[in-house]
């Protein structure tokens, strides 16, 4: 629970009192925000008291009369406008009329209270105060993480172009110089390497826009019933000439339709990062299957192969922005690390859920499993993980 300082500053001792009992044990439940407040109650008889104690620890909440011997309430008002801070002014006075609420908005007051005052009048100017402070800590709080969030995206994502944009570099001066010599099939490797990163920050982008489009909420999907063999089947064809490339074979079982309401895009993309990463991360002579099947109403997407596998920390580390698994055996497999993050928020997007299952040298199995489609995509904030397959 958190506790907020109140300071009430009133030259009648009276009035005090009657505050002090009023917030004792008084507590405020701010559901939309699951938090509950309390209160502490400090005292100042005098504005000038109430400056010296503002200055030397600025409370949440001023309770200010505002006729009082020496400085009056507005005069403390203009006081602590001249060196800001997140503290909310409740002016008390006897003189309730438009013309003093104005004046003491004008100079800083968040709320007003006109004398006398009922006990369920107090509590309804601190809860509403209240609210007011926790939602702005909140708000403060949530806007220093999204600055870190920011800070920590853009440096991640910095890493991972420098690595692929140095090779590319040397690569080309090695051409420059003519470190090979000057026959031109001594470089086709060279080439060969260039490409290759090239093509890694292609699929690094591809997939930064797949992720903000669905973080968004912007992109736009066509939901339609379509047999999720299909896009099945357009994916492995797809990858079938890598997979070749690396003696792996890819096969898909589903001998029946398997109906479900969905984007056929979204489908292809979960589709298209799992298989990618089971050809990725497989050894040659390996093999992937696809299996899809529908039970209880969900759709049931795995993906199986039989590669380098993962250990129970490493799979436990899947499935956040530019996590990849780095190890000896990953060592020269590229990959934008967002693969898999794209794959979990896309099966929340239909109500769903993926599993991992793996072990060390004996390949993985990711299990998507797909229910009716949420209507509007859900807010989400990117989070980074430092460190799986992509």
Not at 319 to 335: D, P, Q, S, W
């Amino acid at each position: 629970m958190e506790t907020l300082r109140v300071l009430v500053t009133d030259d009648e001792m009276g009035m005090r009192l009657g505050v002090l009992r009023t917030l004792r044990g008084f507590t405020v439940r701010l559901p939309d925000v699951n938090e509950e407040v309390g209160f502490t109650v400090e005292q100042a008889e005098s504005g000038e008291q109430a400056l010296e104690m503002i200055a030397a620890a600025p409370p949440d909440i001023l309770l200010l009369d505002h006729k009082m011997p020496g400085i009056s309430g507005l005069e403390v008002l203009d006081h602590i406008a001249r060196t800001p801070t997140e503290m909310l002014t409740i002016m008390i006075t006897a003189y309730a009329s438009i013309e003093t609420a104005v004046t003491a908005t004008k100079r800083g007051a968040y709320d007003f209270l006109a004398k006398p005052f009922t006990p369920d009048e107090v509590k309804a100017a601190i809860r509403k105060a209240a609210h007011r402070i926790v939602l702005g800590k909140q708000a403060r709080k949530l806007a220093e993480e999204n600055r870190q969030v920011r800070f920590q995206f853009i440096r991640v994502l910095g890493h991972e172009l420098k690595a692929p944009l140095n090779a590319v570099e040397g690569y080309l001066r090695m051409l420059q110089d003519r470190a090979l010599g000057d026959a031109v099939g001594a470089y086709d490797e060279t080439i060969r390497r260039s490409i290759a990163r090239l093509q890694g920050m292609h699929k690094l982008i591809a997939d930064l826009l797949d992720l903000t489009h669905i973080e968004s909420g912007q992109r736009r999907r066509d939901l339609r019933e379509i047999d999720a063999r299909q896009p099945a089947q357009a994916v492995l064809e797809t990858l079938r000439a890598e997979a070749e490339s690396q003696q792996v074979s890819l096969e898909l079982h589903a001998a029946e339709p398997v109906p479900l309401i969905a984007d056929r895009s979204d489908i292809e993309m979960i589709l298209s990062n799992l298989v990618s990463n089971a050809v990725k991360y497989n050894r040659p002579g390996g093999r992937v299957d696809v299996t899809l099947s529908k039970k209880d109403g969900k759709t049931s997407i795995v993906v199986a192969d039989t590669g380098i596998g993962m250990t129970e920390e490493e799979a436990g580390k899947l499935f956040g922005e530019f996590v990849r698994i780095r190890n000896e055996k990953t060592a020269g497999i590229l990959g934008s690390g967002l693969g898999l993050s794209i794959v979990r928020k896309l099966a929340l997007l239909y109500g769903g859920e993926v599993r991992v299952e793996s072990r060390p040298n004996a390949g993985s199995t990711f299990t998507v499993l797909l229910d009716a489609p949420i209507a509007q995509d859900p807010p989400s904030t990117t989070t980074i993980s430092p460190g799986a397959e992509s």
